[in-house]
């Protein structure tokens, strides 16, 4: 089945549907929509605990760019710096979301969180 459907779309059309529906039904649409506004993605990105290292320190002091070149001609390469050039979209994901899944631990890290 292809479709040009939102996850926020169907979201919506199923608040719509409780909103209309219940006695309290607006009360709890309207509570599931901060919810849903306040979630995080469905598909974080998963990078492993030394590459969030890197973007966590790189991140404000460098733009992604920056970040990229170094791993890929930098003095010397690492693991870490390889898995980054290996995985570019992964790690770009992570870099603009601000938030990723530590491979090793399934922990979630923000940056916004260490302000």
Same mark, same amino acid.
């Given at each position: 089945?292809?479709?040009?459907?939102?996850?926020?779309?169907?979201?919506?059309?199923?608040?719509?549907?409780?909103?209309?529906?219940?006695?309290?039904?607006?009360?709890?649409?309207?509570?599931?929509? &901060?919810?849903?506004? +306040?979630?995080?993605?469905?598909?974080?990105?998963?990078?492993?605990? =030394?590459? %969030? $290292? @890197?973007?966590?320190?790189?991140?404000?002091?460098?733009?992604?760019?920056?970040?990229?070149?170094?791993?890929?001609?930098?003095?010397?390469?690492?693991?870490?710096?390889?898995?980054?050039?290996?995985? &570019?979209?992964?790690? +770009?994901?992570?870099?603009?979301?601000?938030?990723?899944?530590?491979? =090793?631990? %399934? $922990? @979630?890290?923000?940056?916004?969180?260490?302000?």
């Amino acid at each position: 089945m292809t479709s040009n459907e939102t996850k926020r779309d169907v979201f919506d059309d199923a608040a719509f549907n409780i909103e209309t529906s219940a006695p309290d039904g607006p009360k709890f649409a309207d509570e599931l929509r &901060q919810r849903y506004d +306040a979630a995080l993605p469905d598909d974080l990105p998963v990078i492993p605990k =030394e590459v %969030g $290292e @890197i973007l966590r320190s790189a991140h404000g002091q460098t733009n992604l760019l920056g970040v990229l070149e170094t791993a890929k001609n930098g003095y010397k390469v690492s693991e870490t710096l390889a898995w980054i050039i290996a995985n &570019q979209n992964t790690f +770009a994901s992570a870099w603009v979301l601000g938030v990723w899944r530590v491979e =090793e631990t %399934g $922990e @979630i890290v923000k940056l916004e969180a260490e302000k």
